[in-house]
């Protein structure tokens, strides 16, 4: 009875939901309506005679995961209990202890300790290795799952068993959860010749403020500057407004900065720099590798068409995909690719083209540059 009422509201929700979005062509379409109807008869016909009696939430999960795989790898479902991943990656905020750790063995070392944190706080020291987390032994767990253990509800305690090198073992210390703040910025100094550098790790909410601080605070030490060198190496992407807002230092405001299409080539939304502008005659140099990608070559490939900044390094990685997500019933969301970013001279920045693939399902690796003449 318990399956066969789940079974009906799951497919009531799910009926009412695709008529819902897909409108009038939930009932025309006639292509749509038997694959939906499929999907149903499956899922159905698993819950009620599969010998193991499935769990439907683990099974649900499996098959809305192996639906997106056909997609591009930046389309995902994200479950509530993964919510903070995704909070982490757009803010750059999330609640734990504030430790940076790796593999060590068959356990998990604490690499580093952020300072103000409640790691630092309750003691604990680099190079401790992390036996237990309230009582549960860690021999073989990945750090991934360590680290989602440290994390948690704001305010939470949680009690660590550590082994310290050259000293105690089975050293049990409290850490009270409180809210971690990464900086954006990773490191900024001057330079010799009177050079700025300015080390930016991601784009999360407020990096560009922290890059304009970053260099106030170097320009207002000693003589003025002659340049500025800005690290974008490593620098995965992020808030797509950020990188926005970040090319706005250095360019006239009104400037154009990135084209956002989406599958509507009619529907554009152009993306134009803002603000006071307050570094545009600072020469600049912005430092890439492979590593560099989305919001990272949205600033040097903008920076570069606009003739404003010299670009060093290596090809970027070629990710020019904007993600949009969407709640879902539950507390989940889903990350789906809505659109495609281009730069100034009309560059697409997306280099593997994930809709097309050959009968073996290979996608092709071919940058925009290489397929048409751009200018600056």
Do not use: W
């Amino acid at each position: 009875m318990r399956i066969k009422k789940y079974l009906f509201v799951t497919l009531v929700t799910l009926a009412c939901g695709g008529a819902a979005f897909f409108g009038i062509s939930a009932y025309t379409d006639h292509d749509l309506t038997k694959n939906l109807e499929t999907l149903f008869a499956v899922f159905r016909d698993a819950m009620l005679m599969d010998v193991d009696e499935p769990d439907p939430e683990q099974l649900t999960n499996a098959g809305i995961v192996g639906m997106l795989k056909i997609l591009d790898p930046y389309t995902e479902y994200i479950p509530e209990s993964s919510k903070e991943t995704l909070e982490f990656i757009t803010t750059g905020e999330y609640a734990g202890i504030g430790a940076l750790i790796q593999k060590a063995g068959n356990y998990t070392q604490v690499a580093q300790i952020y300072e103000n944190t409640p790691a630092a706080r309750a003691g604990v020291k680099t190079g401790d290795t992390i036996i237990m987390i309230d009582g549960l032994d860690l021999k073989g767990v990945s750090v991934t799952e360590v680290s989602a253990k440290l994390k948690g509800k704001e305010n939470s305690v949680l009690k660590l068993t550590i082994n310290r090198p050259y000293g105690k073992t089975g050293l049990e210390l409290k850490v009270k959860r409180a809210r971690i703040q990464i900086p954006a910025v990773a490191y900024s100094t001057r330079l010799k010749n009177d050079l700025g550098y300015v080390n930016l790790s991601g784009f999360t909410t407020g990096c560009a403020k922290e890059v304009r601080q970053a260099i106030e605070n170097i320009r207002g030490k000693g003589e003025p500057l002659k340049g500025l060198v800005l690290d974008l190496r490593g620098n995965t992407g992020g808030l797509l407004n950020e990188a926005v807002e970040l090319v706005s230092l250095f360019v006239s405001s009104g400037t154009k900065v990135a084209d956002v299409k989406g599958r509507n080539p009619e529907q554009v939304n152009t993306l134009y720099a803002s603000g006071e502008s307050p570094f545009r005659d600072l020469p600049l140099v912005v430092l890439v590798n492979r590593e560099s990608a989305s919001s990272s070559e949205v600033v040097a490939g903008a920076l570069q068409d606009l003739d404003r900044a010299v670009i060093i390094g290596e090809q970027t990685f070629g990710k020019g995909l904007v993600q949009t997500t969407r709640p879902l019933p539950h507390g989940g969301v889903f990350k789906i690719t809505t659109a495609k970013y281009y730069i100034p001279s009309g560059r697409c920045i997306q280099a593997i083209d994930y809709a097309h693939r050959d009968q073996n399902g290979t996608i092709e690796y071919i940058p925009d540059s290489l397929m048409r003449e751009f200018k600056t």
